[in-house]
């Protein structure tokens, strides 16, 4: 692989590349082969390419909501580069805006931008980590709202079609869910945004980031909440009701401010945090009979346990 990876791709391509410098867990073994690319053809060209030696791929944008394997990742991993990370802004009808915002971009830094330009929507996101890509495909949402609803469409890539529009009404959301293709990645996200009074765009705002910075553990490398919420239960309530907060496993503890979060408090290693997150769910659900889906996805070699 390395050798018809560097004739392909030169000095873009690292091997070995610690994936733990790239995930806000600061956890993660080495990619075999790591690219960064800046255009969607540049994608296509590096799935055309893994397609056609049967090497696999894997997409990570900012690295939150992912626990990768301590043994790493097989094959290929595409980081969406910055040219992956701008807006373009169009004003639509009454005062409204649309935007093709990069798949790459901080969710944060689109929300701070809609509040500039006096658009609303999006203030529910205030201090949701993760890029856009990541918010979409896990359908991100707080306190009533989720991306979806202001969703008009994506820019898709995959080996077999290159790069294409689709429309809002062939995308398919659920819970903290994005029905997305096997070998397809977003590029880009078009969001239509309705005007509203700056000030009460800047409170929401303001109030969101209250709610958050309040329950949210800060100071320590986290992946953001670990498992979903259960239909009309709360997942954090139902682990701090099992008595499980400061929980640790190695260097991974449960959250003493949030149950539903666990950080690195040093040296934690995936399978530190894995063997957590099945404590967890085990204890969970012997006292509540609740079975707790993960949110965090798992990335990686994880064939031998860790």
Not at 41 to 58: F, I, S
Not at 133 to 160: H, K
Not at 220 to 242: D, R, Y
């Amino acid at each position: 692989m390395r050798t018809w990876l560097q004739e392909r791709f030169g000095a873009r391509v690292r091997f070995a590349e610690p994936l733990s410098r790239h995930t806000s867990f600061r956890i993660g073994g080495p990619a075999d082969a790591w690219i960064e690319v800046d255009s969607g053809a540049e994608l296509c060209g590096v799935q055309r390419t893994a397609q056609a030696h049967g090497v696999p791929l894997a997409v990570l944008g900012i690295g939150t909501n992912v626990l990768v394997a301590d043994r790493g990742v097989r094959g290929i991993v595409v980081k969406l580069g910055r040219a992956l990370g701008r807006f373009d802004w169009q004003p639509a009808a009454a005062g409204g805006w649309h935007v093709r915002a990069g798949a790459a971009a901080p969710f944060k830094k689109l929300v701070t931008e809609a509040a500039s330009r006096g658009v609303s929507g999006l203030e529910f996101a205030e201090g949701i980590p993760g890029s856009i890509g990541g918010g979409l495909l896990m359908n991100a949402g707080a306190f009533g709202g989720e991306i979806s609803n202001c969703v008009t469409g994506i820019v898709l890539v995959d080996p077999a079609h290159g790069e294409r529009h689709v429309p809002r009404a062939e995308l398919r959301f659920g819970y903290r869910r994005f029905d997305l293709p096997q070998d397809h990645v977003v590029t880009h996200v078009d969001f239509a945004l309705a005007p509203d009074d700056p000030a009460a765009i800047r409170a929401r705002m303001a109030d969101a980031k209250r709610k958050r910075d309040k329950k949210q553990p800060l100071g320590f490398p986290n992946a953001g909440s670990v498992f979903k919420n259960p239909p009309g239960a709360f997942a954090g309530k139902l682990i701090e009701n099992c008595g499980l907060k400061g929980r640790r496993v190695g260097g991974a503890m449960i959250s003493e401010q949030h149950a539903n979060f666990i950080v690195n408090c040093g040296g934690a290693t995936a399978g530190d945090v894995k063997r957590l997150m099945d404590e967890v769910a085990d204890t969970v659900w012997r006292a509540h009979a609740v079975r707790l889906v993960p949110e965090i996805k798992l990335v990686g070699d994880w064939e031998a346990r860790e």
